[in-house]
């Protein structure tokens, strides 16, 4: 290949000269600082050599699409049909049902009856091969059977229909802590039901190994991969005891896994779940072929606060997953935290997908990602963390022994927490809700629909259920509380801004402060423009507020500080802040009256609720 003219002209890059100009720009901090680190405790480095020697993974066929899988969670039959026939003819290439008290029901699913299935699926050609894909309840028996029974009511050959069933018994008894039976009749009744699909000329996987109750209950992504790749294994094994080959059997099940806006950690688990499961098939004595992988875009990464910002994360989290190579990805419309999302909202989903697919032809190359030293550094570490906690299940029995001793529910647990602590500090932002909100924003249209049966909580359970969280409920609840606020008041809660000094002394905090507060829905009113103390003391008096926060450089408030915050307590302040790190200003400037301090790293919703505290709201 000829030398491009332009790289003539610059030196040869190596590592020891970027390191050199990255100490020049750190001004004396360690190179370590710009590390961090994942849930896992896997390093994140800030460069990567390149991986010459990695092979691909091998997954989806290079220059075969991913099926564009679009969410059906609507109740009533009539109006599921409509938009199904809607779906497939705009874009979807397959459906995935979401029956009630599955994994995947947040709110809205399907009812498991028979007539409903029949009215939905009315006008929907199996024997096209669209795919079909269940996320399965309680209930997963019945369910399995009425789509058996509508494909041979049409007389369809079993053989040439794409129906992923989906039996997930052990993931419906982590999100509901209970199941209609228990493991090992659970292995029993999946290896009768495997049997008799099978018989019946099935040939699509009938189990999932969904990893979904874990990242929705704020797990890592090894736990995830571990609890996937147990579940799967013990349908393998309950198939196989029933009688299935063991060939035939590693067929049957399919691997579901949440991708979210974390894109090299969601594109490593994705190829991860492939080296596990190959691993596996390895100490089966088989030889290993590439398993079926679904995505769906995350819930827990979901907003009902400027929801549109979900398009962006959903955006993000299908291209890491089809970088990883998933073989379907369904979107979760951005309205979803909301309602029930409406027809805009899904076409939203369905054709992020197709430029995805059509514009930035992501789907021509196989795993693509293969070489980099980056992917595949996170691949084989996420690899041998995942392995070590698949193991762990392994010595306890199995997955559904893992969830009744509360091995499982105890890791995710820990994971949750160092989220929620990370999420309060906003280390981890969701922008638009813990950070830049717009308190002014419109609402989103969802539709009018039934809501689905409440999880069955009640009575004994067999294990403690994984319960999925969204990470911006806790600033969601502070913006419910601001909405109460102004139906009480006509007014939101207020904070002003006082900007001492310069534009460039005060524009940083203010804008800080800014965000802090509205995350929390408290309204920042601040000066159009630089302003002398009367001036805002003025503006303060007739700005409706009862709390103040000063902002300004640390040298403005060594000179400005603390006479400003007198003067606001002297006209009744209820509460004032400062936005920084007081240092050695902190005694003097407590004396004139500034009672709390804000800066990035603290504990943002602990200031929020405080706050409101201070308003008596």
């Known amino acids: 290949m000829a030398e491009l003219p332009l790289a003539r002209d610059f030196p040869p890059a190596d590592e020891a000269a970027w390191k050199a100009l990255v100490e020049k720009a750190l001004k004396g901090a360690s190179i370590s600082s710009l590390e961090s680190k994942s849930y ?35 109740a009533d039959g009539r109006t599921a049909n409509r938009q199904i026939l809607e779906d497939l003819n705009s874009g979807a290439g397959g459906l995935s049902l979401v029956f009630e008290g599955s994994v995947g029901d947040y709110g809205f699913a399907v009812p498991p009856s028979e007539g409903l299935l029949k009215e939905a699926l009315d006008g929907v050609h199996f024997e096209w091969g669209v795919p079909v894909e269940l996320q399965m309840g309680p209930l997963c028996e019945d ?20 129906i992923r069933f989906g039996f997930d018994p052990i993931g419906v008894l982590a999100v509901n802590g209970r199941n209609n039976v228990v493991w090992p009749d659970m292995a029993n009744f999946f290896a009768n039901l495997a049997g008799e699909l099978v018989a019946q000329g099935f040939k699509s996987p009938l189990a999932v190994g969904d990893g979904r109750p874990v990242h929705a209950a704020g797990g890592t992504e090894a736990q995830e991969l571990a609890f996937a790749l147990s ?29 979210d806006q974390n894109q090299f950690l969601t594109t490593a688990k994705f190829r991860s779940i492939r080296k596990l499961w190959s691993r596996v098939e390895e100490a089966c004595g088989l030889e290993p072929e590439p398993a079926f992988v679904s995505a769906e875009t995350a819930w827990r990464m979901m907003t009902k606060r400027d929801p549109q910002g979900n398009i962006v994360r959903g955006t993000i989290a299908a291209l890491a997953a089809a970088v990883g190579g998933a073989n379907a990805i369904s979107i979760m419309p951005f309205s979803a935290a909301v309602g029930l999302p409406d027809a805009f909202a899904r076409r939203v989903a369905r054709n992020t997908q197709t430029i995805l697919l059509e514009e930035s032809n992501l789907y021509r190359v196989a795993d693509p990602s293969a070489g980099s030293g980056a992917m595949e550094s996170l691949t084989g570490e996420l690899c041998q963390e995942a392995w070590k906690l698949f193991q762990a299940i392994e010595n306890e029995g199995g997955p559904a022994e893992a969830l009744r001793s509360g091995l499982i529910q105890s890791a995710v647990a820990k994971a949750r927490a160092a989220r929620e602590a ?33 999880r069955d909580t009640n009575g004994e359970q067999t294990a403690e259920p ?15 509380r601001s909405d109460t606020y102004l139906a009480a008041h006509n007014a939101r809660p207020k904070i002003y801004l006082a900007c001492l000094g310069r534009p460039a002394d005060f524009n940083a905090r203010a ?19 630089a302003q002398s103390l ?19 450089s640390d040298k403005v408030y060594a000179s400005e500080g603390a006479l400003a915050a007198r003067a606001f307590k002297d006209i009744g302040a209820q509460h004032i802040y400062l936005a920084g790190k007081p240092g050695e200003l902190e005694t003097a400037l407590k004396a004139a009256g500034i009672e709390s301090f804000v800066s990035a790293g603290a504990d943002a919703l602990s200031t929020l609720h405080g706050a409101y505290e201070n308003l008596g709201a």
Request: negative net charge.
């Open 40 to 74: 896992d405790g896997i390093v994140i480095e800030p460069l990567y050599g390149r991986a010459s020697d990695a092979d691909v993974v091998p997954g989806r066929a290079p220059g075969i699409p991913w099926e564009v899988t679009q969410r059906i969670e609507i």
């Open 143 to 162: 369910t399995g059977r009425m789509l058996a029974n509508l494909v041979q009511q049409r007389g369809l050959a079993p053989s040439d229909v794409n």
């Open 231 to 259: 579940t799967a294994l013990a349908y393998v094994r309950a198939a196989h005891d029933g009688g299935v080959p063991l060939d035939d059997a590693r067929r049957l099940v399919f691997f579901r896994l949440a991708a």
């Open 422 to 454: 990370a999420m309060a500090r906003r280390k981890d932002a969701l922008i638009g809700t813990s950070d830049f909100p717009d308190l002014g924003e419109d609402a989103v249209a969802v539709l009018d629909g039934a809501k689905s049966a409440p």
């Open 466 to 480: 994984l319960r999925p969280a969204r990470a911006a409920e806790s600033f969601e609840a502070l913006r419910d």
């Open 511 to 529: 804008s800080f402060a800014k965000s802090l507060f509205e995350a929390g829905g408290i309204e920042a009113v601040a000066p159009e423009a």
């Open 534 to 552: 009367d001036e805002m003391l003025q503006d303060f008096e007739t700005s409706g507020a009862k709390l103040v926060c000063l902002c300004s």
